[in-house]
């Protein structure tokens, strides 16, 4: 097994626990805990993989990633109160989830050949909307339309990434390297609460009604 392929599986099992603590949070029946905890994990490369024209999407031709969704809803199921008393669990596992699918989305888009902005643009796709699918489902505003710095550490995890490419640092190293940094600065942003610009100053959050 290829180092990328291990990244693509961890990052399976990282959002495959984030998707499904998730559907406990809200109190989900059985189903929707699994369908929430598959298109969490599997999203954001369905959507890469239409995007570049793999046909089928990869987890159709991968039944070990499908396995590992499961088995990690059964694990989840069984430690879900311990789980989720713990107030930062799902938090920890989406940010592992992001640093390792975008590296993974980052690798894939250069397979494919095409232009570093377009590979990172494939990374964040990859880490991000999974995430969003899930947050949609359950009725919440995506984490990566709000203030937090979540797209943005994709982003530099993406430039850090072929800058290590650059300077001849070896490839193991480059998505070890490129993932930490995804990681470190989502988790760096959630502890000092950094966020985004605010572009609506005092604007009220609902529109006035004419």
Known sequence: MEVIDIFDLLGTIA?????ALAAFSKKLDPFGVIILAF???????????ILIGIQPVSWMLNMNLV?????????????????????KTLFLFDTIGIGLYTVVGLELGLQAGLHPLICITLGCVTACFG???????????????????????????????FLMIKIGVLENFVFAIAA???????????????????????????????
């Open 15 to 19: 959002f495959a626990i984030s998707g």
């Open 39 to 49: 298109v969490t994990a599997a999203g954001g490369g369905t959507l890469r993989d």
């Open 67 to 87: 396995y590992t969704i499961i088995i990690c809803v059964i694990i989840t199921t069984i430690f879900r109160k311990w789980l989720l008393k713990l107030s």
């Open 131 to 161: 995430g969003v699918i899930r947050d949609i489902l359950i009725n919440e505003i995506p984490v990566i339309f709000r203030k937090n710095i979540y797209a943005t550490a994709c982003i530099i995890g993406g430039l850090v990434y």
């Open 180 to 210: 930490s940094t995804v990681f470190l600065i989502r988790l760096l942003a959630v502890v000092f609460k950094l966020e985004l610009p605010n572009l609506y100053g005092d604007v009220p959050e609902k529109p006035t009604e004419f």
